[in-house]
Structures are given as C-alpha cells and as structure tokens.
C-alpha cells in the first residue's frame, strides 16, 4: 500500500513461471492511489471460468445498484478468460465488464489481440479498478521490471489513441501491449469504446461505452508487459490437440483467412441480413461494391491474426490516392462496412475505410456510432433536426461526407453530436416521439447488423441478450448460413423464417454455447469454423486436465447466462424489456430475400422462457438456480 494520491511504484515479486492461469487479480483503487492482489481459487475456476464469467460473479456479490455508471466508486472488471496467453487456438480474449453508461445494465465488451495474453505473461488473470484519479494517469504492469505503477498522463490527456499508443510504446518498453481510449473516452461519450494494440493494428473491446468508464476515472490507459509463461499438466498432449485443431480450423475458415468479416456482404444481402437506410430498406444494388472481397483487393497491406489464432481474419489496408486518404491500419469488418455503408446508403468503399480509421482514432464503437448517425440521418430528412443542429451539415442519407464529418462531433460532443454521444436510446427520448419511432436498440443498445427478421431466432436472442442487441451472444443466424454444429444439435438448416419453437430453442442452445466462449478466452469466430462443443472440450481438457464433456460446457454456458440476467434483473430489467423496435416487428423488408418476414416475437418467448425457466416477470426461479449452483 502507498499513500492517498501517491503514484504506485511497487516491486513485484519475481516469478519465472505460473499455472495455466494465474490464480490472481490486482485490485487498484484509483482515488487512494492503493492496490493489493486477490486470489482466485480453483473452485472458483471451474464453477465461474474466468472472464465475463468471473467478473460476473464478482460484480454480482459486490454491486450497489444505485451506483450510476459512472461514479467513482462504480468498478471497471477486466478479466482474461482462461485460456487467454496459452496457444490454444485463439486464445487471447479479455473482456471489459461491468455496468454500460450507455444501457445502464450489466455490459461486457470483449476484444483479441495481444494485450490480454501480455496480461497474463505479466502474472495476472484480471483487474477491478475503482475510483477516479486527481489527474490523468496510465497504469503500467511490468514483470520484467518488477513493478506496477501509476504514472502521470497529463501528457496524453486530449491525445487521440493512435499518438496515445505511439508515445507509451516509446516511453515503457517497445514489445509493451497498450489499451486505452480516445477523445471519445474523455468527453465521457457513452459509446466509447477501449481501444488495444498499436495504431497500426487496432482491436477494440467496443460496446457499451466502457471507454467512457475508464474515461470517468481518469485512467488514460492500461500497459502490461510480462515474461512470465503458461504451464500445463501436459504440454505434449495439449500440443498435439491444438496441432489437429488448428488444422480442421484453417481448412474450415478459408474465407475468412482471405477477406475478414466482410467477405460475405453480397450473400448477406441476398439473404436480407444486411441493414438498409436505417432498417428501411430490403434490397442494396450497391453491396457488390464496399464487399471485403473488393475492399482487400484494392487496399490490401498484409493479413494479421490475433495471438494464438489460426485463422487470421484481421486485415490491415491504406488508401493513399483519392477523395479519401486512409492511413496504413485495421481494415474493416463486417459491422462497420454494414454500419457505414448500406445502413446510410453510401456506396464508398473508401469513405467506409476512413470511417473506420477515425473511430479507431478518437475511440468509439463502429456499431454504436453507425447506428447514430444512420438514425440522426432520419431524422434530419423528417426534419426534426435540421442545419442548425448539425453545425451546418447536410445529414442525409447517401452523403459520406456529412457522416464523415458527424464523427469527431460525436467524439467531441460538438453540435448535434452532443445528443448522439448519449447513444440512440437518449438521443430519441430528447427528440421527442416521433424520433423514438426509428430508434433502433434493445435496453439502450443500438442493434447489430443481423436483421431479425432474415433470422428470427435473433429476434429471441436480442430481446433477451444480457447487455442489449448484441448478435454475439447468439450467432444462431450461422445455422441459416449452412454452419451446422452437430455435436450442438444443429446438422440440418432450420426455416430461418418460421417463428416456431425451433427458432426459439437454437437461440437458446446457441446464447448457452457462446456464453462459454469469452470466459474461457476463445475466439468465437472457431464455432464459424465448425468447432463444436465436443471440440472445445478437447481444448480445454488438453489445456487444464480437466474432464469435461459437452453437456458440462452447454451447463457452464446456463449458470453463466443466469447469472448475468440476475445482476440484470437487480438493475430492474423484467420481462417488459425482452422486446425490439417497433419497426422490426411491424415493418417488413419490401423486397429481397426476407421479404415480407416479421418474427412472432411473443410466440417464441413463451417457448424462451419455459426452456430458461423464468417467471412471466422474466426472473429465474430458484430451483433453475439452485440446480445451477447460483444460489
């Protein structure tokens, strides 16, 4: 312990080995300028993994919620999964958990790279970080050295995080792993995300505002540098497991190998998937040309992986000539393109890749800020905003410029951009009725790019996903697309279209099998590769020398699911929130591939329910609980 407000410079004791995990945490307080380390035991491991599944029960058994977001004494959990920093495929994921600014329930925002393997290297599954500095500081974790400190970023603060990046790389140690935020992040913007890697390589953990957390608590950034390596109960046999996994891993993600997310934007709108003109639209001639497959062959600089993948879908581009000059970085994936594309009606690839770039830059979430604009586009053309509002802007749709411009006003929360920083939920509620008829979000957060009425088993989940409409809590839409996973129950492609309790138990079994992923540290993009749960039990068995069996991984995906809608439900979420916009259960697609489709959302929640085995106030009852090993 140091004293109130004094910087951390404490020697860490040298270790040049540890288990598999660390079996440890380090808990900052930021306003005392304290720390001290924590256990986690093994019982705790196999009951709750790590990661989101971790932070969960530890927010659960700790949260006060009459605590705003924001509040200094509301925590920032940061935790590995299990798996993070061995070389089990893709196993490197951490995730950024606690309560959203932006929905103001429980919020886990996850991100690949390298950072959360650097963590681990440096001796540490996680972080729960509390209270908010005097000043602006960075946090930097070094087991080389043998320290921890908080140093002065005083240097930083206003910096966008590519110069952020850049000048702690130079100023720590040039192999360190950096996350941190932007502009976004300061001006507390509630759809701010945390920004990882170098500039030139970003990733972000970006949903639901938790950059504006570690922006409320005046924590510019996170450095960790480590040389501390993973031990296994059997590095022979876990290396030959990974050895064929990874092999029927890259014969199955070839196109992802070659064109990242976005590869599958033509097929995605041949099926309805994509999102058009702020859900309005049903056809877009113009995919063909901001697809993957064109925006890599044009602006290709060379492919990237996170660590420990096998699968390589990052993409880093430059586009040096033209309207718009992109600088050498992360090329885009599927939502952004959606986002920035067919959702504005924007047919520049160029303009979509600067989109990109800037959110990178200034820290916010591609989705999110999409989704804003796309929205405040909509209502400048019902002219419920006008010139005025924007700073003079011409915010309509199928004009890049004007949604080039929106985004360091958003980041800056200047003009119009104020509102929008709140997210579409508030911005919509400010606006007034008629603006809350096209708002697009489930419990505050603005939806992701599947379209719930191409798959209606997304319906189910975005109702019903515990931080908001997120996709990746399902992604039972990959059953339409012909990814079957047997071993899950799923070898034959379901009726995408019919609301029937079919729909209803894929989004369940497939909310259960993802719930596993960000604990254990996976990439989920390996179950599009057609890894199933009797392949991730091989991983995870050859990795810890643990037993498990599908059924114990699918129950471990249950617990951890209940678990958090019980921290929801101590937010005040109830059955009234399961639900969608209104337009996407009472507009249909006029043409395209899901022409004419609405999902019978209320049909399949009864079914929902009763397989979760909550109340009609959507409460687990306690027997599912106990059986659980909850309460």
Known sequence: MVSPGAPIAVRLLKEDWMAVYAGKFLRVDLSRGTWREETISDDQVRRWLLGSGFAARLYLDEMDPTLDPLDPASPLLIFNGVLAGTFAPTGCHTSW???????GIWNEATVGSYWGAELRFAGYDGLVITGRADHPVYLYINSQTGTIELRDASHLWGLDYFATADALIEETDPRAQVAGIGPAGENLVRIAGIMVGPRHYVRAAARGGMGAVLGSKRLKAIVVRGDRKPDYPDPRALRDVVREQNAFIKENSISMSNFGTAGGMVGMEKHGDIPIRNWQGGTWPEVAGVAGTVIFDKYLVRHTHCFACPIGC????????????????????????????????????EAVALANSLCNRYGLDTISTSAVIAFAMEAYEREIIGCDDTGGVDLRFSNPDAMLEMIPKIA??????DVLAEGVREAARRLGDEARRFAIHVKGLEMAYHDPRAFVSMAVNYATAARGACHLEALSYWNGYGILLPDLGYSEVLDPHSSDEAQARLAYDYQNYMSAYNP???????????VGPQRVCEIVNAALGWSWAPGDLLTMGD?????????????????????????LLKEARPDGGAAGVLPDLKRMLRTYYELRDWDENGVPRPERLQQLGIA
């Open 97 to 103: 958990c606690g309560r959203s600014p932006l929905t």
């Open 314 to 349: 990052g993409k880093e581009i430059e586009v040096t000539e033209g309207k718009y000059i992109v600088p050498r970085g992360e090329g885009v994936e599927y939502e952004t393109v959606a986002g920035f594309s067919a959702l504005m009606d924007n047919p520049s690839p």
């Open 412 to 417: 800056y929360r200047r003009d119009i951009g």
């Open 520 to 530: 254990l540290g996976l990439c989920k993009f390996i179950a599009k590769a057609k």
């Open 559 to 583: 617990r951890l699911f209940q678990l958090k809608r019980l921290i929801n439900v101590r937010l005040g979420v109830t059955a009234a929130d399961d639900t969608l916009p209104e337009r």
